[in-house]
């Protein structure tokens, strides 16, 4: 049967990403996006929100009828500070919400490898990783069907990956290492295919000297 996956954060280079996996795999996408962005030629077919996390009523709209949600919006460098606690908390917080009162129970997070550590670099940019585990703490305490994935280092490589293992792991078990945004929206859609990643932290990383193996072959060899 064919599936709804609503996307926010669609526009980004990840969410992007995962939208055009959805699609791939034979479901429909949803994208939630803000009033002003941008979607590739790829996505013009795909139903389309555009508004605020703040406008409650546009946001349980946008996500009523749908069979799951990939969050996948995230603070972007700026001068604003407050950002991540906007984006990463608060508004990870408004779309756990808005899931409850419309009936979405299953949710996927992207949030972000060593998400929770206090003295880390990227913390210069208003506190970013403790705001991303505020959010995945609002998430874990739900009571929704939920996965996180947190990523280690982001590129936007797109050749050659058939043959590049992803390292799946628990939750902090790795502290560094890349893996390619389009890897990253193959994970979000396999962890949506597991029913065994339910209630699970997932850090993912990648190599060419990794293994392949499906998400329910290493949580089988956990």
């Known amino acids: 049967m064919t599936r709804t996956i609503a996307i926010s954060g669609a526009s980004g280079k990840t969410g992007f990403r995962v939208a055009e996996e959805v699609l791939a795999a034979g479901d429909q996408a949803r994208l939630l996006l803000r009033p002003e962005s941008q979607i590739p030629a790829s996505l013009e077919g795909c139903e389309q929100h555009r508004l605020s996390l703040t406008d409650t009523n546009a946001l349980d709209n946008s ?7 990939v969050i996948a ?13 906007k984006v990463d908390a608060w508004g990870v917080e408004r779309q756990i919400e808005s899931c409850k009162r419309v009936g979405v129970n299953r949710v996927v997070l992207v949030s972000s490898l060593c998400a929770g550590r206090w003295k880390h670099p990227l913390n210069l940019f208003g506190l970013i990783l403790v705001w991303k585990r505020v959010g995945e ?8 069907d939920w996965t996180v994935i947190r990523p280690g280092g982001l590129n936007e490589r797109e ?10 792991t628990g939750a902090d078990q790795q502290e560094s290492d890349s893996i ?17 990643s339910i ?19 290493a949580i089988a060899s956990c």
């Open 180 to 196: 390619p945004r389009r890897l990253v929206a193959r994970c979000c859609l396999e962890a949506l295919n597991t029913s065994d």
């Open 199 to 217: 209630g699970k932290i997932l850090e993912v990383t990648s190599s060419k000297q990794q293994p392949v193996v499906s998400l329910q072959e």
């Open 137 to 144: 703490r609002n998430l874990e305490n739900s009571g929704l």
């Open 159 to 168: 050749d050659d990956l058939e043959g590049e293992g992803v390292l799946w």
């Open 73 to 85: 919006t995230g603070a972007r460098p700026s001068v604003d500070l407050t950002g991540p606690m």
């Open 63 to 69: 996500l009523r009828g749908v069979d799951a949600l």
